[in-house]
Every structure is written in C-alpha cells, then in structure tokens.
C-alpha cells in the first residue's frame, strides 16, 4: 500500500520539513529512506510522525494506481496487502482512505499483516523487496527512492507500467 498507491514519503517529507524548517527533498532519499537525509537527532522524532494514527489518513494517491487497478480487476484478483504490523495504530487510518479512494476493491481484499510471505499470490507489487524474501509468487519492485540500488527483481516505474506489463 505505502509508496505504491499511497504516497507515505511524500507526506513524511513534508512533516519533517514543517516540523525543522527543513527542505529535503525525495530526490535526497535515494538508496534509504528518510533516516539516511536527516540529523541522527531528528530520527526520533520523524519516526514517531509516522507512528501518529492521523499519518496515513489522508496521504496523496500515487498516479494512476486507481484506474490501472480498477482496469486490472476485470482480468484478475486483486488484493491490496499493508505490513501494517509494523505501525498498528494505522489501520483505521489506511482502511478509510482505502475506502475513500479505493472503493471498488471490497473489504474482503484487503490484507493487513507483518510478513507478507503469507500471502498466496503469483504476484506481488511493492516497494519493500524483502517482502520478497519468502514470497511464493514473483516480486515486482515498485520504484521509490529507497530502492533506486536495488536489484535482481522486475522493476516498475509507474502504474503505467504495471498497465503495459499486465493489460
């Protein structure tokens, strides 16, 4: 979900930005994260922005991933996974926007869970490739910043190309 239909990164450059007077910007990210961009000081704190339950409300959609998903239920199954284990006050948050910007996808395909390797997919698009690890499926990597050095996985730039490649 985060940083392939939900810009998380783009939201957390903009908090810590407001919150130090800073400017970082996405480009600055590439290879980590936002850890890697900031003072050791500000780490804390910047994470515990995302830690907040309102973080995930209202975070921007990532271009096109609506009508490309929408496209790609008329050919396959589609579930929309989020290791949201990893911050559980944001599954509130992540289902309303979800149904907010997603409502065609039932609630009965939506995946909340820590190890994604649970999942029973021959396809899994994200932008974390070490839920690739003990995945069944095939890993597609969805570019970020963070993974930009990333290799050994077909890669997508866009939902676009996630259209070309599928539809």
């Known amino acids: 979900m985060d940083e392939t239909i939900a810009d998380a990164v783009g939201k957390h450059i903009t908090l810590y930005n407001e919150a130090f007077g800073a400017a970082i910007h996405r ?16 780490h804390a704190a910047a994470e515990a922005m995302v830690h907040s339950g309102a973080f995930f409300a209202d975070l921007d959609v990532i271009p096109e991933s609506q009508a490309v998903i929408h496209d790609l239920q008329a050919k396959f199954e589609v579930f929309i996974t989020s290791s949201a284990m990893e911050v559980p006050s944001s599954f509130a948050a992540k289902f309303t926007w979800l149904e907010r910007h997603f409502p065609f996808i039932p609630s009965s395909h939506i995946v909340f869970c820590g190890d994604k390797s649970i999942l ?42 996630v259209r070309k490649m599928f539809l």
């Not at 480009?27 to 500000?42: S, T, Y």
């Open 120 to 161: 029973a997919a021959d396809y899994l698009i994200d932008d974390t490739p070490r839920h690739f690890k003990h995945f069944r499926g095939e890993g597609i990597l969805f570019s970020a910043p963070h993974n930009r050095s990333v290799q050994g996985f077909r890669r997508v730039e866009s939902w676009l190309d």
């Open 27 to 42: 480009d600055q990210l590439v290879g980590f994260g936002i850890r890697g961009a900031i003072p050791e000081e500000h």
